[in-house]
């Protein structure tokens, strides 16, 4: 047997063994009036929650998305009609928002946003991180500007990661796709304007050569945690990997290679954590899962 034969043979034991696990997710149950896919969660207790989306019908209807509302309520049920708010005065250039990823300001309460924004969907010239920010609880926002470090492109990314108590260059921290097949960190020092941001450039996907779509992400006490779609287009059952690391910089190791969240073939999800009760929660196409976290030996 080759060496090449044995290498072959070793990756496939590897690759069943690690789609075999999964860890213990709870598929609690759908959210009423939340059922679309680019939907960002703010936690506000265990159950007190805020959902944003790009549509205002759960329909992902292009003559009707790319705008941004709030629904606000519980894991059970949030509000309807949705709360419309987005800025009027965004260029036309980034007037339509796809994905986009939120955070909450745990020392000062602010809401921070990275959207990704283009000229429509299809979109002409591709879509670009933009910088938002909102001072009253996510109920106005304003746009700050693009980041535009990588240019337009055709990004999913869904993620962002605030630490207002951090002094270096890491306060906030995104995970984007790079097409074909890289996921980079762009980080800033507070407070985070769009020419503050940086990155190498570097892929940090766990696994090479995969193309991680609608990537989403969570700190905890505990670990950085990543989920996202293994390839393009996110979609049509594609497996949702699950990684995690100790700093979100360094030695991202995979934990599911197939998470049972993503058996309904979506858009990604959208992952949250609640302290009180030490809980990560994702919400799936308008379905609620939860996982208890766990000590990750950081």
């Keep these: 047997m080759t060496s090449e034969i044995r290498a072959f043979l070793a990756l496939l034991l590897f690759a069943s063994l690690a789609s075999a696990q999964t860890l213990p997710w709870h598929k609690i149950g759908s959210v009423q009036n939340s059922t679309g896919s680019y939907t960002p969660v703010v936690q506000l207790c265990a159950c007190d929650v805020q959902i944003f989306a790009n549509t205002p019908d759960n329909n992902n209807d292009p003559a009707t998305s790319g705008g941004y509302w709030l629904r606000a309520g519980t894991w059970a049920k949030v509000s309807t009609p949705p709360l419309n708010v987005k800025p009027p005065d965004m260029p036309a250039q980034d007037s339509w928002i796809r994905?986009?990823?939120?955070?909450?300001?745990?020392?000062?309460?602010?809401?921070?946003?990275?959207?990704?924004?283009?000229d429509g969907y299809?979109?002409?010239?591709?879509?670009?991180?933009?910088?938002?920010?909102?001072?009253?609880?996510?109920?106005?926002?304003?746009?700050?500007?693009?980041?535009?470090?990588?240019?337009?492109?055709?990004?999913?990314?869904?993620?962002?990661?605030?630490?207002?108590?951090?002094?270096?260059?890491?306060?906030?921290?995104?995970?984007?796709?790079?097409?074909?097949?890289?996921?980079?960190?762009?980080?800033?020092?507070?407070?985070?304007?769009?020419?503050d941001w940086q990155s190498d450039g570097l892929n940090t996907w766990s696994i090479a050569g995969e193309e991680p779509q609608f990537v989403t992400a969570v700190k905890t006490p505990f670990a950085y945690h990543r989920i996202g779609a293994a390839y393009f287009d996110g979609t049509n059952h594609r497996p949702l990997r699950?990684?995690?690391?100790?700093?979100?910089?360094?030695?991202?190791?995979?934990?599911?290679?197939?998470?049972?969240?993503?058996?309904?073939?979506?858009?990604?999800?959208?992952?949250?954590?609640?302290?009180?009760?030490?809980?990560?929660?994702?919400?799936?196409?308008?379905?609620?899962?939860?996982?208890?976290?766990?000590?990750?030996?950081?």
């Design 99 to 118: 994905t986009s990823g939120v955070a909450r300001g745990l020392l000062s309460g602010a809401y921070y946003a990275v959207w990704y924004t283009g």
């Design 122 to 195: 299809p979109t002409q010239g591709g879509y670009s991180p933009s910088w938002a920010e909102s001072y009253d609880n996510g109920h106005s926002w304003t746009w700050m500007g693009p980041i535009s470090l990588f240019g337009r492109n055709q990004s999913s990314a869904a993620n962002l990661i605030v630490d207002e108590i951090r002094n270096d260059a890491y306060a906030c921290m995104y995970w984007m796709d790079l097409p074909p097949d890289k996921l980079v960190l762009v980080h800033a020092p507070m407070p985070c304007m769009p020419g």
């Design 242 to 298: 699950h990684d995690v690391s100790c700093d979100g910089i360094t030695n991202w190791r995979v934990v599911e290679m197939a998470s049972p969240i993503g058996q309904s073939g979506a858009k990604g999800a959208n992952l949250s954590y609640s302290p009180s009760d030490n809980t990560l929660h994702a919400l799936v196409s308008g379905v609620h899962w939860t996982l208890p976290e766990s000590n990750w030996g950081c």
